[in-house]
């Protein structure tokens, strides 16, 4: 497996540390900890479980050295510790913790600098960065569903970001592919293990996720309001929650506006609609008379290579739609650098083989499948990783605006409930 060597694992875990701080930075001490809610940590707790990632794994389980705090196991052990029951633990001040993590980075990065190469620490420490940079979009996420002031981590806007819109199929021709990751390719999850043949039928998947003027036709169609456009667990979902849009939107005298942070803005007509969940995504899908992709239609879409014949080349395999070259801002949104999401039509730098648009950032796409293991799972070290939530949840694709550029790639998974329309997550459709 290749891994980068131990000086770009310091600049990785040092970038991942400034955005942790940068997210939290401008919050009172309420804010740190924040109301009691099912979908999100205190964030005093969670950038403390963060550093004891890092500590966990490499210093500890690894290396075998003693815990930075006698408490941390008490205080930052997400397994062991109930979510409801994190508001509750007797977490250090916020100085304190910012010590505590201090103290774990220099431990992390003295190993890195001076102690003879080792692979699996390596490996360890580019899984606590990874994790580092999942927790950083879950704490822009939490800003996002409490209403705080937007992060300092955005850029000047770009015209290249208000592009309009981008309808229309791409058709992808049939054939056998290689689902998940190569044994090759450097750093993956378990859940991504390993690269398998699939058959696949010829679909038609659009160029470009569904936009906020797209799904807006649904709402003002009463799509809310029509129980034979969901399923029966959405419906009763619809309905518990009370809601006639997606959840940050409200109806103004001239026209849409959005939550964004703490500010009610215009809805951008051409930006890719998020904050929907899977409910919300089936139900526009039948009013539309289109369906989600599978993963396996996805990953054929975004990684796929077409042969002369018509047919899907099954030894070419993408790590990016565009290619191999890393993520730029020329051909993803990425890294919270729009602070939103941007025109679907945007970016055709980064367009698929076959013509798909933004399949990597923008907006997490819900897929029609239930988040399982490929054929020969095992679980990597870190156990509760993706077994606990496998059968519970729905597969995700392709990042959101403000996933990190150095996680994300065609092979990865992410997983939520059905229910979940706090996270960055949006979705395009299939021709039924």
Request: hydrophobic residues 40%; proline residues 8%.
């Amino acid at each position: 497996m290749h891994l980068p060597e131990p000086g770009d694992l310091i600049a990785q875990m040092e970038d991942a540390r400034t955005r942790t701080l940068t997210l939290i930075r401008g919050l009172d001490a309420e804010q740190l900890m924040g109301p009691r809610l099912p979908i999100v940590n205190p964030l005093r707790w969670e950038i403390g479980h963060a550093a004891y990632f890092h500590e966990y794994w490499v210093l500890r389980q690894h290396l075998g050295e003693a815990p930075e705090r006698p408490d941390v196991d008490r205080l930052y052990d997400s397994i062991g510790i109930h979510h409801d029951t994190r508001w509750d633990l007797p977490l250090p001040p916020l100085q304190a913790t910012l010590a505590y993590m201090d103290g774990v980075m220099e431990r992390v990065r003295h190993h890195l600098e001076h102690d003879a190469p080792d692979p699996r620490r390596d490996y360890l420490a580019q899984y606590a960065v990874f994790h580092e940079d999942m927790h950083t979009e879950a704490f822009t996420y939490t800003r996002q569903t409490l209403a705080y002031p937007p992060p300092a981590i955005g850029v000047a806007a770009d015209s290249a970001w208000r592009a309009g819109g981008l309808r229309g199929d791409a058709e992808v021709p049939g054939g056998s592919f290689l689902l998940g990751a190569p044994q090759d390719e450097g750093f993956v999850f378990d859940n991504e293990k390993w690269a398998h043949p699939v058959e696949v039928a010829p679909f038609r998947i659009a160029r470009a996720a569904v936009s906020n003027a797209e799904f807006a036709d649904f709402v003002e169609d009463g799509g809310y309001r029509r129980p034979e456009l969901w399923d029966e667990e959405g419906w009763a979902w619809r309905r518990a929650a009370g809601l006639e849009h997606p959840v940050y939107w409200r109806r103004q005298t001239d026209g849409w506006e959005w939550r964004h942070f703490d500010r009610w803005e215009p809805l951008p007509p051409h930006a890719a609609v998020i904050h929907v969940n899977w409910y919300e995504a089936r139900a526009w899908c039948r009013w539309a008379g289109r369906r989600l992709p599978t993963e396996v239609e996805w990953e054929v879409a975004a990684a796929g290579e077409p042969d002369a014949g018509g047919t899907i080349l099954a030894a070419v395999k993408r790590r990016y739609p565009w290619g191999d070259s890393p993520p730029d801002p020329a051909r993803a949104n990425l890294d919270g650098r729009a602070l939103g999401t941007i025109d679907v039509g945007a970016l055709p730098a980064g367009d698929s083989a076959f013509g798909c648009r933004q399949m990597i950032g923008n907006v997490w796409e819900w897929t029609d499948t239930a988040f399982g293991p490929y054929p020969g799972f095992t679980p990597d070290m870190y156990r509760d990783y993706s077994m606990p939530l496998f059968g519970q949840t729905r597969v995700l694709r392709g990042g959101g605006w403000a996933t990190r550029s150095r996680l994300i790639r065609n092979t990865w998974r992410n997983y939520y409930g059905p229910d979940r329309n706090d996270v960055f997550a949006g979705f395009r459709t299939c021709a039924a």
